[in-house]
């Protein structure tokens, strides 16, 4: 697993392969989903040190990420095919999107919309592992001028 948050030089490639996928989860489906895939390669490096990433951070970061957006929800999957052959999937298990969000874009974000998503991964040293994680939007206040 990549060490803190100090690597660069990983190159992604993004790509909208459909705007038609429907994902489960559990009971609920969501239709009409924009895919959106990420190759990602290179070797990166910790810019603080300039010492390369090793064989394992490389493995962890490289690989193939798939991102589902449903209108008016945001994202609702994510899949990571690490390079070093393990998985992690990132599914939507709740939202509250206020109505006034704008329900036509694909990543609504309004103050007070969160997301709950379970993280899986298997393959990776982390089998059996479940992380819960909730996002939210909330306002940026300025900084006082002094």
Known sequence: MVSGGNFVGWVGVVSVVSMSETIVIGEQAYYNCVKVV???SGTGYNYRDLVEATPEENGFVTGTREIWFAEGVGIVKVV???GNGSTT???L???DVAAGSNLQNYMPLMDGN???YEW???NGGYDGISLEETWS???QLPVPQQ
Do not use: P
């Open 38 to 40: 990420t190759e990602i």
């Open 93 to 95: 298990v709740s939202h």
């Open 114 to 116: 969160t997301w709950t």
């Open 89 to 91: 999937t990132i599914d």
């Open 80 to 82: 990571y095919s690490h």
């Open 137 to 139: 939007v909330g306002v």
């Open 120 to 122: 899986t991964n298997v």
